[in-house]
Every structure is written in C-alpha cells, then in structure tokens.
C-alpha cells in the first residue's frame, strides 16, 4: 500500500477536526473534533512508522510508541475535558460556546456593568 492513502485519510480527519473545532458552538461537540485531530496525527505517526521501517528492519518502531503516548493523553484530556464541561453545564445550565465567552465578557470592565460595581469591587 502506498503512503499516499492514509496520508490523505489523515488530511481529511485533521480538516473535518479542525472545521468541527472552529464552527461548533457545542463543547462536547469540539473535544470530539479535537479527539478527530487527534486520530489523525496517530494515523500518519503510524503510515510513516511503517514506510520508514521498510527501510531499515531493525528499527524501534518510535511512531507507534508515540501513538500509544497520544492515545494516552488523548485520554486524559477527554477525561478532564469531560469534566469542565460538566461542571460548567450544571453552574449555567449550557454548554454553548458562545454563551459562556459572553457571561466571561460581561464583568464590571465591560460597558454593561451595574453602577457602583467598582466601589464594591475596590471595598472587596
């Protein structure tokens, strides 16, 4: 098999990823299209493992072992990914993206702050 095939496989997982990470609004949604990405990169470090150690036949096979360190982390990150959104859900009751950059936005720096929020602030 060529290295062609799941190079372009890989460039196609990795653009869907990053199309999902940069139009959703949903942050369930973007850890999967992180994880996506993540899939990705773990398919190419696999494709070229295999077409380098055709060269060489005593080789350490690094790109797999790099995988296994990905999926590692991938696992993690989903993990506590998982569990900000969770948390973050159940304080303001939504998971969209959007929303939760505006409720950051809108602290007594911003143009819709309630008058004497800096008094409190400054007493606090």
Known sequence: MH??????LSALLFCTGLYGVLARRNAILVLMS???MLNAVNLNLVA????????????????????LFTIAIAA???????????????NRGTSDIDRLRDTAESTS???????GAEKAEATA
């Open 48 to 67: 070229f493992d295999v077409w380098l150690s055709r060269a060489a036949r005593d080789t350490l096979h690094s790109g797999q072992a790099l995988t």
């Open 34 to 36: 992180v994880e996506l």
């Open 109 to 115: 720096e911003g143009p819709d702050a309630a008058p």
């Open 76 to 90: 993690a990150e989903i993990g506590i990914g998982l569990a900000i959104v969770l948390a973050v859900y159940r």
């Open 3 to 8: 290295l062609a095939y799941p190079a372009v």
